[in-house]
């Protein structure tokens, strides 16, 4: 069972998170991900990121935040971008990965966003089958992945967040 928690992007458990998928792309691309990720981004109302936790241990993180349409039409208004999904290699293979996206993608709902876009690499092939079974669809690269040969980039329409009923 994974407990997942609204958590600030620089408490430390997230910190070391973010470190750990930092050192899994160096290992699979050479190269860290040199996006900027100022800890603001990821604050409400234009932001949101998550721990998992599993029996008091941190092993799994995502965020997201607001991104502001760009020149080439890629990114449209009410758009977030999940950043840092990450799950530790020894609990990987229990749902972690699915678990976090949903609540991200809950999050986002809540916070009234109406789209979400990511970006991945061809050399993870299990985020790429992840975000497929999830419903994500190919789109164009944006942003710093634009011209980026390994990166594929995805998207997901969000439902409308409901409304309460006035009685």
Not at 1 to 14: K, N
Not at 16 to 27: D, M
Not at 35 to 52: E, K, T
Request: glycine share 10%.
């Amino acid at each position: 069972m994974l407990d997942l928690h609204p958590t600030p992007f620089d408490h430390p458990d997230a910190v070391r998170l973010t470190a750990e998928v930092q050192e899994f792309y160096r290992e699979r691309y050479g190269d860290i991900d040199v996006s900027p990720m100022p800890p603001v981004d990821f604050a409400a109302p234009r932001g949101h990121f998550l721990v998992g936790y599993a029996d008091g241990v941190a092993v799994a993180c995502g965020g997201w935040r607001a991104v502001d349409v760009d020149a080439d039409g890629v990114l449209r208004e009410g758009d977030a971008e999940i950043k840092r999904m990450y799950v530790a290699a020894a609990h990987r293979g229990r749902g972690h990965a699915r678990a976090v996206l949903a609540g991200l993608e809950r999050t986002a709902v809540e916070a009234g966003r109406l789209r979400l876009v990511l970006e991945t690499g061809t050399l993870q092939p299990e985020a790429v089958a992840l975000y497929l079974s999830e419903g994500y669809a190919p789109m164009s690269g944006f942003g710093p992945y634009r011209c980026e040969p390994h990166s594929r980039c995805f998207a997901k329409l969000l439902p409308a967040r409901r409304r309460r009923l006035q009685v």
